[in-house]
Structures are given as C-alpha cells and as structure tokens.
C-alpha cells in the first residue's frame, strides 16, 4: 500500500493513543552453514537417507527416513533412530542434531501440496471406520512415493500432504522431481486407469525461496516458511481432482513444454494473477 493511501493520523502498524507500536517480529537468520548444508556445497544430508530409504517400512523419520515400523524398525531404535516423543515425525537422532545445530537459511527450493477433494463427502458415505482405513492407505502411499523421490514429507494435515524438495537431496533438477513425483502421486490414487481413483488428489506445485530450517522452542520441527509455501497451499487449493497446477516459474525449471494449458490464477493475498500449467497424469 502507498503512503498517499493511509490516513496521516493513524501510520500502518501503529496504535492509538498512548500505547507503543509492537515491535516487529525479526525474520529468522539465514545461516551460511546451512545454507551450505541444504544446497548440497557442504555436508553429506543426504547420503545416509539413501541408505536408510530401502529398510521398510513406513512410518519414517521426515529427515532421515529411518524406519519406525516393520522389520527395521527395533534396530534402528537401538540407534536411538525411534520416534522423539517430542515430535514422533523425527527420529531421536536426528532431533538432537537439530537442537545441536538450530538454525536454518533461506534457499530455493521446491514445494508441493497435495489433499483429497471431496475428503468431507467421502467421509460421510463411507462411515468413520472405512475413512481411517482409508486415511491411513493414502498416508501410507504418499509417504512411499515421496521418500522414493528424496522428498522430504514435511507434514499430513487432515486429507493433505506436504513435501519439500530441497537441493541437498533431489539435486538441482528440484523442480522436476516434484513434477514427476506429483505425477506418480497421481497414478498412486488411481487416476489415469479408466476407474474412478480411491483418493481424488489436488495437487499444487511451486519453486522460490524459503526458509528452511528449524521452528520452534519446546518442540523443535524442520520445514520451510514464506510466502513460496503459502502460494503453493493455494495452488493445491485450486486444483481439481487428477489435476497438478505447476507455477509457471517451477514448469521452466522443469523443462515442460510452453504449449501446455495454461491458466491464470488469481490467489487470496495476491494483487497479480498468477500463470500455471495444468498438468495430468
């Protein structure tokens, strides 16, 4: 907003009468070190969770993918690779090094959403029981296909998935990794054989930069934040079921062709409509 625009007597951000203005919140610090360490330069992130991927099964650690279920799983709490009780998505090993190296660096990267249209309809058909089940199949496969990729699974809200795509581990080619792992996602649901999918998936795909590093004080997460999160929330938000809405930024990092449908998204909190490609299996 322009200065001409607000009123003279009350500035943006400032408080009436008497009481002081709250002070800004400070932007978390970008540290060279991880930087270094989530661009691939320095570091070996990802050599040990290549390894640690092929043990089934899933749950798994969202840094590591150490496994905390099946055959690997009692050797891997021997190691002290369990879930943390503070934060059962992360094993105890890697929990510590987090709290030994908190911090975090603003890099580019890429992010995908993806959630179950129609997940409230679905629920009230098919009964409490056979939508956990349900819930819990879509966990289950979407955690598959996106270690597979070197995705790291930042999180599963409800009937949705997050996962980040961070240069340390896909490579420079981020961009394309999620593409082709939304597109797996797809298949993964049974779209694209003729029959109707047992998950209609939305999926939103977008590349910038981000935050990405620890969060929080009593219990400590690694995930991203900025506002390339949140425009890839709104893309997933748009995207109907079978469909994956890639950014036109992250389709030219991908390489997909210019002659694909395009759209021109208008996005809550956006002034300029955004232009993606509309992608399917």
Not at 189 to 214: F, K, S
Not at 261 to 272: I, M, S, V
């Amino acid at each position: 907003m322009g200065s001409e625009s607000r009123p003279a007597s009350t500035p943006e951000g400032a408080t009436s009468g008497n009481e002081a203005a709250a002070p800004e919140p400070a932007p978390p610090a970008s540290d060279p070190q991880w930087r270094a360490i989530l661009e691939g330069t320095a570091g070996g992130f990802g050599s040990g969770r290549r390894f640690l991927r092929l043990i089934p099964s899933s749950p798994r650690c969202k840094l590591c993918a150490a496994p905390f279920a099946g055959p690997g799983a009692p050797v891997m709490r021997m190691v002290d690779r369990g879930p943390w009780a503070k934060n059962p998505t992360i094993c105890g090993f890697c929990f510590k090094e987090l709290e030994r190296g908190r911090g975090g660096a603003e890099i580019d990267l890429t992010l995908l959403f993806a959630d179950i249209r129609g997940s409230t309809r679905l629920g009230e058909s098919m009964g409490a029981a056979s939508f956990h089940q349900l819930m819990g199949r879509f966990y289950r496969e979407m955690t598959r296909v996106l270690v597979a990729r070197d995705a790291v699974v930042d999180k599963f809200v409800g009937d949705e998935v997050v996962a980040l795509f961070i240069p340390a581990l896909t490579g420079p080619d981020h961009a394309g990794r999620a593409v082709e792992t939304a597109r797996e996602m797809l298949k993964a649901t049974g779209h694209g054989d003729g029959a109707v999918p047992w998950a209609p998936l939305g999926i939103g795909i977008h590349t910038g930069p981000a935050y990405v590093g620890t969060v929080g004080d009593t219990v400590t997460d690694f995930t991203a934040l900025g506002d390339t999160v949140n425009v890839t929330a709104r893309l997933a938000s748009a995207a109907a079921g079978g469909e994956i809405l890639v950014s036109a930024h992250a389709s030219a990092l991908a390489g997909l062709q210019p002659e694909l449908e395009t759209r021109h998204l208008t996005l809550r909190g956006r002034e300029q409509p955004l232009d993606v490609r509309v992608l399917h299996v």
